[in-house]
């Protein structure tokens, strides 16, 4: 699978919850949608596949677009429907996403609805007039204004996940693919294989493998090598390092295996990357009809 950044325009849109409520969302890219239904009053049905959820007030469900969800509001329901790439959440230099995404996908995949309460409830709505405000209209900066809006807003549904996972049977898993990423964010300059997390975590690669695949729907080798791939990126953004810096900084003596891992993984060579960073440092938004 290749890095999202490096080949998909990022996706965002905002709207009331009432607005388009029968219709599937649709984009322009070809990267994973997250949808995320909030419920501040009235209900709401979602159909996500066989399943069929009904939303009150101050509820919060979160899915995947690509499971082509139909929904029904009630008129009077007030609340948003939130849709993103997770090249959204990489254009803000991967902060929440490899803290947390990992995490966070874990909730969409298990289709549960989340009850939110203050001080949550006041945060999200205002987050979400902010990010409204911002979608609404064109500025400058929009993209990575929308990003680190989406991103403070993901950070305080991981407090509330956090919490909610401590209650059901997908906590033990997560705490797994939590301790995965954070031992990935301390050695992934040095460690490149499954089997040296496994061993760090003290459980078989095939285990780890399974847990991590069944949590992100990626195998764990692959958010390995994306995350090398994007500090690569970052480094290459930042510092324009040359690939021979970015090699030795991330623990490869050989520039040709850098070279052929980093095409292999994101799709694109170093050199391709590189002039697209310094060519297109800010991504428009596509506005889409939904």
């Given at each position: 699978m290749s890095l999202p950044i490096t080949k998909q325009?990022?996706?965002?849109?905002?709207?009331?919850?009432?607005?388009?409520?029968t219709t599937t969302s649709t984009n322009n890219t070809k990267d994973e949608i997250i949808e995320m239904?909030?419920?501040l009053n009235g209900k709401a049905v979602v159909h996500d596949k066989e399943i069929r959820v009904l939303l009150n007030s101050n509820h919060l469900y979160c899915t995947s677009?690509?499971?082509?969800?139909?929904?029904?509001?009630?008129k009077e329901s007030e609340g948003y429907i939130i849709r993103f790439s997770r090249t959204l959440l990489y254009s803000s230099d991967g902060e929440f996403?490899?803290?947390?995404?990992?995490?966070?996908?874990?909730?969409?995949l298990t289709g549960k609805v989340m009850q939110i309460e203050d001080p949550f409830l006041k945060e999200s709505k205002k987050l979400c007039e902010m990010m409204m405000q911002e979608f609404s209209h064109e500025h400058d900066f929009k993209m990575p204004m929308l990003s680190a809006f989406l991103n403070i807003f993901l950070f305080h549904m991981m407090r509330k996940i956090n919490n909610y996972l401590c209650h059901t049977d997908v906590s033990f898993r997560f705490a797994l693919v939590n301790q995965f990423n954070l031992l990935v964010e301390q050695h992934f300059k040095t460690n490149?294989?499954?089997s040296d997390?496994?061993?760090?975590?003290?459980?078989?690669?095939?285990?780890?493998?399974d847990t991590i695949r069944r949590a992100t729907g990626q195998s764990a080798g692959n958010l390995i090598r994306q995350r090398i791939v994007l500090e690569a990126v970052r480094q290459a953004r930042l510092t324009g390092a040359t690939m021979k810096e970015v090699a030795y900084s991330l623990g490869f003596n050989d520039n040709a295996h850098f070279s052929k891992f980093f095409k292999k993984t994101a799709g694109r060579n170093f050199?391709?990357?590189?002039?697209?960073?310094?060519?297109?440092?800010?991504?428009?938004?596509?506005q889409t009809t939904i």
């Amino acid at each position: 699978m290749s890095l999202p950044i490096t080949k998909q325009p990022a996706f965002f849109s905002i709207h009331p919850l009432t607005e388009k409520a029968t219709t599937t969302s649709t984009n322009n890219t070809k990267d994973e949608i997250i949808e995320m239904f909030l419920v501040l009053n009235g209900k709401a049905v979602v159909h996500d596949k066989e399943i069929r959820v009904l939303l009150n007030s101050n509820h919060l469900y979160c899915t995947s677009a690509s499971r082509n969800c139909q929904t029904h509001i009630e008129k009077e329901s007030e609340g948003y429907i939130i849709r993103f790439s997770r090249t959204l959440l990489y254009s803000s230099d991967g902060e929440f996403n490899y803290s947390c995404f990992s995490a966070f996908q874990t909730l969409v995949l298990t289709g549960k609805v989340m009850q939110i309460e203050d001080p949550f409830l006041k945060e999200s709505k205002k987050l979400c007039e902010m990010m409204m405000q911002e979608f609404s209209h064109e500025h400058d900066f929009k993209m990575p204004m929308l990003s680190a809006f989406l991103n403070i807003f993901l950070f305080h549904m991981m407090r509330k996940i956090n919490n909610y996972l401590c209650h059901t049977d997908v906590s033990f898993r997560f705490a797994l693919v939590n301790q995965f990423n954070l031992l990935v964010e301390q050695h992934f300059k040095t460690n490149k294989k499954v089997s040296d997390y496994a061993a760090l975590l003290s459980i078989t690669p095939n285990h780890l493998n399974d847990t991590i695949r069944r949590a992100t729907g990626q195998s764990a080798g692959n958010l390995i090598r994306q995350r090398i791939v994007l500090e690569a990126v970052r480094q290459a953004r930042l510092t324009g390092a040359t690939m021979k810096e970015v090699a030795y900084s991330l623990g490869f003596n050989d520039n040709a295996h850098f070279s052929k891992f980093f095409k292999k993984t994101a799709g694109r060579n170093f050199t391709e990357i590189k002039k697209y960073l310094f060519n297109k440092t800010i991504v428009s938004i596509p506005q889409t009809t939904i």
